[in-house]
């Protein structure tokens, strides 16, 4: 289950509930899927998208997305820092970016044209979609990694245009992971 964090306010939600109200009302499509028990995380990507056709098929038809891939990272992947120097500035994009988590988890950070900032923590199970042209940036969570479904609108792929804004800078990409909980009255 995804976490949302809202820096500025000092608020961070870990009810389900909470979380896809919050998510909704940025305009983040988000769900949950059943991570499938007949097909391993670290199954070839051929096999993955196989195994979540039917998921998979149903976004295309609603998004009109065209394509679908998969993404692996590890601590292990060449050029890592390169690649993520990519990811962990303010863009958006001309189309969706839509995920599903395999494996791992992952820290995007969304800026609204109007509102605070806020920080959405995801993991395996979780599907969600930043629409075109919303301005975000993602981390890795400090164990770097991570295994995601792609899908994509343009075949060509994954494009960034970069806001160049700094904003990034201003925001600390600290993950708590699946067990945080936020400190509560004494
Ligand atoms: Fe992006």
Redesign the pocket.
Same mark, same amino acid.
Request: proline residues 11%; negative net charge; charged residues 10%.
């Given at each position: 289950m995804a976490t949302v964090r809202i820096p500025g306010e000092g608020r961070t939600l870990t009810d389900a509930e909470a979380v896809r109200s919050f998510l909704a009302a940025a305009g983040i499509d988000y769900e949950r899927w059943e991570p499938r028990a007949d097909v391993p995380e670290e199954a070839p990507a051929d096999d993955i998208l196989r195994a979540y056709a039917p998921e998979i098929d149903r976004l295309k038809a609603r998004g009109g997305y065209v394509t679908a891939d998969v993404i692996d990272v590890t601590a292990l992947t060449p050029n890592l820092d390169a690649m993520l120097a990519k =990811?962990s500035r303010e863009?958006w994009?001309d189309e969706d970016?839509v995920r599903f988590i395999l494996r791992g988890s992952g820290l995007f950070h969304i800026r609204p044209r109007q509102g605070p900032v806020h920080a959405i923590e995801v993991g395996p199970g979780d599907l969600f979609r930043?629409p075109r042209g919303i301005w975000?940036w =993602?981390d890795l969570c400090s164990d770097r990694n991570v295994r995601a479904i792609r899908l994509f609108q343009d075949a060509s792929g994954?494009t960034?245009h970069y806001t160049e804004s700094g904003v990034d800078a201003r925001f600390e990409p600290v993950c708590f992971g699946p067990a945080y909980l936020p400190p509560g009255p004494a």
């Open positions: =990811f863009h994009h970016e930043v975000h =993602f994954w960034p």
